[in-house]
């Protein structure tokens, strides 16, 4: 790795505020996203959607809408019979629904015009005949109703997934504690909302070859998609994905607009463009999941926890896109923060006819991440400690491994609270739980929460032994340097990193560089922009092919300079001997030097995750390279007569490992802030309550988002504990400081009118509700009383490393009869 | 869409400082006469409904959102797209500091904001905070928190005004 390179030269990239390398023509508006790609002879399509959200189709008649001057073709679900989906568990959809749908936006008929006028036109003349299902709208509904079924596979009536895991005994660690706390708790659905729609352009070539350009987060797995469900060779599938105008875990399923686009670019012989609506876009959706949970947690008098149960409950909407990693991942990261010995997850995620949930920034932890925090937050009150000493004396040890073995890399939390709590005055801020003497005025509040998050998926989604990222490196003997990578910038910065890092290993500026990235004819495998993986695994595959090109490098000019090999460097756009740096050449000089010597000049580089100690079923969701570590503290004012929630500022630090652009890193963390604002105080999946399941606000005005006016002020601090895994030590920063923003804020509404709001988003009525049930001597808590009975499968056990534990099922018999 | 409404009208008008004309259908709003008869696809479209602020160009002067002007309306008026906002290949101040600042994550709404911010300055030289939020509150951003953008305006503001500055260290490595 890169770090202990011989010759180590200060870094001259890695750690510096440069401009990214697409960051010009974003601010000249000449990047080329999908839908401003166009083509000669391009025709465009548009998706007939069902307004019906459980109906059985009965029958289609396109005569009409294909007699329309100006239509090439109408497609149905009969033309595209093969299924498909993100997980290979979860292959349910088809592009086209062919004998039912399942929500209201659910894709029934596509047609392909000259223009996309006269596709729309024509797509209101398709009659399509329904016959209506009752529908499920909630949690509660698809445990209770178990017919019809929304699909016919899955852990039986309406439950697409069931899973009970337990590490250790969990009753045992509640008998030992001094307090144990069961809380309810519910946190709405929310999107994505980046401000480009999804689009797509296919086109059939000549060469019966076929190009898709998709705004997507992940063109390796669309394009495993479309060899499916199209039934071509994937040689002869070519995708590339397009920057993305924001993504957030919105363009990460393989979507039907893409895959109908190619099929009726195949039929066609044309280009073909679909560019998808606002209200389209809500109907796309895969955002966060609604999750109903209850967290049972045993402690001592100290504070340190002694067992924690956490029950989660999906709402999954209507199909199962990333739901099974979703439902793990709402118990997976519980252990990744404080120390929890003893630990027992049950989650199940349910079918209902509302769009499809699937992962946004945070993928299935944001929420349980609030009811760990709130609940936290309870504790310290019930034990009279202070909230943010609770957490920093409890914290998970670093390089160790938890309950449910994940391994633990660099942990910075303790600094990262430390850092919050300074800078944010806490200790003449915080009154304590006696409100008696208020430090703060009766309506200002500050509250605390930490989080942790992944450095990528230790498991790819589908089973397979090769890297998860792959980079190839060309270097030309004009001195030019092309990075080839299967990743896609969604805004992040991606392709950026990719030059920082090579351009720090062979001594160049990244400017010099050449960046292709996501197209799958030209670059090699990434699997896509998702669970903050890209930093850290193209990385280090980044790494892993710069240092094969300058050892090449190193090579030839050492043997032409006639210093010895250990004594060259890179640095400046020159390869020279460190001891008499005169004396060396160019960099396009070692080029030719080292094309004459050993041939045209490519490497390659890949990058596996580490093995995860775990081995028992379901094993597969949670381990990472490393975790980053966030603390944030909120100040708020809450107004009681409106119950109008105003967040004034947010202390926030972040264990980033190590930053390789500190300038991107402050980006995405005050980005991050900004998308756990909105989920906190207003963003939400409504839907009209008669059972109808039509969605209420499938538009930007009333789908309510925060504006320059609603953004809080944020103080950012930046914690460098470089974990061994990560290139040059960086960790994620993508979406780790969304975390902690929901949990502190409700934490700092409490301490400012003494009400609990635990439902997620905190909106003004809620407040209300709970200071007026307050002043009638209520508890002043707004949020669910009980959960749903579910009838769990016995849990899987798994002995934990402090009790002697391998990482595998225990047997079923005989443990704990 | 019967014949008639398909029957293009012409009009006349200054496009980033240059005379143009354009034929279109006369259903057209002025984002998609740019974007599908001119081939300027810098303008960007999010909602198509007023309500992103992305679709923001300069008319006369003004900022207005491109999906509710009919590219009608455009005639004989002076239209300003962000491909008119750089001269030649110099960027404009502003486009500077926000590819400087990091203003511009996955730049899908920054030729709006640029547009308005823009405005903004030319009226406004020296905007505090406050006034930059209230200008710039119609477009929304879901990348940036906004907050690289305030300081990247701030930041070419100065600089128009003839002043040396740079970024706090504090708003680039975040606080000690």
């Known amino acids: 790795m890169s770090n202990n390179r011989k010759n180590e030269e200060p870094l001259r990239v890695v750690g510096k505020p440069f401009r990214k390398v697409d960051a010009r023509a974003k601010c ?99 009659e399509v005949e329904y016959e209506n299902l009752p529908s499920i709208s909630t949690i509660d509904e698809a445990l209770l109703i178990e017919e019809p079924r929304i699909h016919e596979y899955g852990d039986g009536g309406n439950i697409h997934k069931k899973v009970s895991l337990e590490f250790g005994d969990v009753e045992e660690g509640f008998a030992e504690a001094d307090l144990v706390r069961e809380d309810t708790f519910f946190y709405e659905g929310n999107t994505h909302l980046p401000l480009e729609q999804h689009a ?30 199209l039934e071509l060779p994937a040689s002869h599938v070519r995708v590339i994905a397009t920057p993305n105008g924001g993504g957030f875990g919105g363009k990460s399923d393989p979507f039907n607009h893409e895959i109908i686009v190619c099929k009726l670019s195949m039929i066609t012989g044309r280009p073909v463009k679909c560019t998808l609506t ?24 100290d504070g340190s926890i002694t067992g924690m149960h956490f029950k989660s409950f999906l709402d999954g909407g209507a199909y199962g896109s990333y739901g099974v990693a979703s439902t793990f991942y709402t118990g997976a990261l519980q252990t990744v923060t404080y120390d929890v010995p003893r630990y027992k997850f049950q989650g199940v995620r349910v079918f209902t006819n509302k769009p499809p949930c699937g992962p946004k920034r945070g993928h299935g932890t944001p929420q349980p991440r609030y009811a760990v925090e709130v609940q936290l937050d309870k504790i310290a009150e019930q034990l009279a400690l202070d909230p943010a000493q609770i957490r920093r004396q409890h914290l998970v040890k670093p390089y160790s ?148 090109a300058r050892e090449l490098l190193v090579m030839a000019v050492s043997e032409k300079l006639g210093v010895p090999i250990e004594n060259i460097s890179l640095a400046e756009r020159r390869v020279f001997d460190v001891e008499n740096p005169d004396v060396g050449v160019s960099f396009a000089e070692a080029v030719v030097l080292a094309e004459s010597k050993f041939g045209t000049i490519g490497t390659v580089g890949s990058y596996s995750p580490p093995p995860s100690p775990g081995k028992f079923k379901g094993a597969g969701v949670g381990p990472s390279p490393a975790y980053s570590y966030t603390a944030a503290v909120a100040e708020v004012d809450v107004d009681p007569s409106t119950g109008i929630v105003v967040v004034e500022r947010i202390w926030i630090a972040h264990d980033i490992g190590q930053s390789i652009n500190p300038m991107l890193v402050m980006g995405q963390v005050e980005g991050s802030v900004y998308m756990g604002l909105g989920e906190i105080l207003m963003e939400e999946m409504a839907y009209r309550g008669n059972r109808n399941v039509v969605h209420k606000f499938p538009s930007m005005l009333e789908y309510k988002s925060p504006t320059t006016m ?9 914690i460098e504990d470089a974990d ?94 | 869409m019967s014949e008639t409404t398909k029957q293009k009208v012409h009009i006349r008008f200054t496009l980033n400082g240059e005379p143009s004309e354009v034929a279109f259908a006369p259903h057209k709003t002025l984002l998609e006469v740019l974007r599908e008869d001119l081939n300027l696809t810098g303008t960007k479209h999010g909602c198509e409904l007023g309500e992103c602020g992305t679709c923001a160009v300069l008319v006369d002067g003004r900022a207005i959102l491109s999906c509710l002007m009919l590219g009608l309306d455009a005639a004989e008026r002076d239209v300003k797209s962000i491909e008119g906002m750089a001269d030649g290949a110099q960027l404009h101040p502003l486009q500077e500091t926000f590819a400087d600042t990091g203003a511009a994550q996955c730049g899908y709404c920054s030729p709006g904001f640029l547009l308005v911010a823009e405005e903004l300055l030319k009226k406004n030289p020296s905007p505090t905070r406050q006034v930059i939020k209230e200008a710039l509150s119609g477009n929304i951003c879901r990348c940036t928190g906004y907050i690289k953008i305030y300081e990247a305006v701030e930041l070419a503001a100065a600089r128009m005004r003839g002043e040396e500055m740079e970024l706090p260290r504090e708003s680039v490595y975040g606080y000690e």
């Open chain 1, 28 to 126: 000249m508006g000449q990047t080329k996203f999908a839908d401003d790609i166009v083509l000669p002879r391009m025709i465009y399509a548009k998706i007939l959607r069902s307004h019906h959200p459980h109906a059985l189709i009965k029958r289609i008649d396109a005569s009409k809408a294909l007699a329309t001057p100006g239509v090439f073709a109408v497609i149905t679900g009969q033309d595209l019979p093969n299924s498909y989906g993100i997980l290979p568990v979860s292959q349910d959809e088809h592009a086209l629904c062919i004998d039912k749908v399942r929500f209201i936006g659910d894709p029934v008929a596509a047609v392909v015009a000259s223009d996309e006028d006269t596709a729309f036109d024509a797509m209101n003349l398709i």
């Open chain 1, 200 to 229: 797509a352009i296919a086109y059939f070539d000549t060469d019966n070859k076929l190009t898709i350009w998709s705004s997507t987060q992940t063109p390796h797995y669309v394009h495993r998609a479309l060899a499916k469900v």
């Open chain 1, 278 to 301: 606002r209200e389209e876009v809500f109907y796309c959706h895969r955002g966060r999941h609604p999750v109903l949970m209850q967290v049972k947690t045993g402690v001592k008098k």
């Open chain 1, 401 to 548: 491994v938890t309950a449910n073995y994940l391994r633990i890399g660099s942990m910075g939390l303790g600094k990262c609270i430390d850092k919050v709590v300074e800078g944010s005055d806490w200790k003449s801020k915080f009154s304590g739980w006696n409100k008696e003497n208020r430090k703060l005025p009766f309506g200002k509040g500050i509250g605390i929460a930490c989080s942790s998050y992944i450095c990528g998926a230790g498991l790819p989604i589908y089973w397979n032994s090769m890297p998860q990222s792959g980079v190839q490196l060309r270097l030309d003997r004009q001195g030019g340097v092309c990075v080839m990578c299967g990743s896609i910038d969604i805004g992040q910065g991606s392709d950026s990193i990719l030059a920082y890092i090579v351009a720090e290993v062979l001594g160049i500026d990244p400017f010099d560089i050449r960046i292709v990235t996501a197209d799958t004819d030209l670059t090699p495998v990434d699997l896509g922009s998702y669970s903050s993986r890209v930093t850290l695994m193209t990385g280090n595959a980044a790494i892993q092919a710069a240092e094969r």
């Open chain 1, 710 to 718: 609603e953004m809080c002020d944020v103080k950012t601090y930046l």
């Open chain 1, 724 to 817: 061994p895994n990560g290139p040059f030590g960086a960790k994620e920063v993508g979406q780790g400081p969304l975390l902690p923003v929901p949990p502190a804020v409700a934490n700092a509404v409490y301490d400012a009118v003494g009400v609990r709001i635990d439902e997620v988003p905190i909106m003004p009525e809620k407040v209300l509700k709970a200071l007026r049930e307050k002043a009638k001597g209520g508890d002043g808590r707004y949020g669910p009383d009980s959960v749903p009975g579910v009838e769990w499968p016995p849990p899987m056990r798994v002995l934990t490393p402090a009790e002697g534990g391998d990482g595998r099922e225990m047997p079923r018999v005989a443990v704990h009869s």
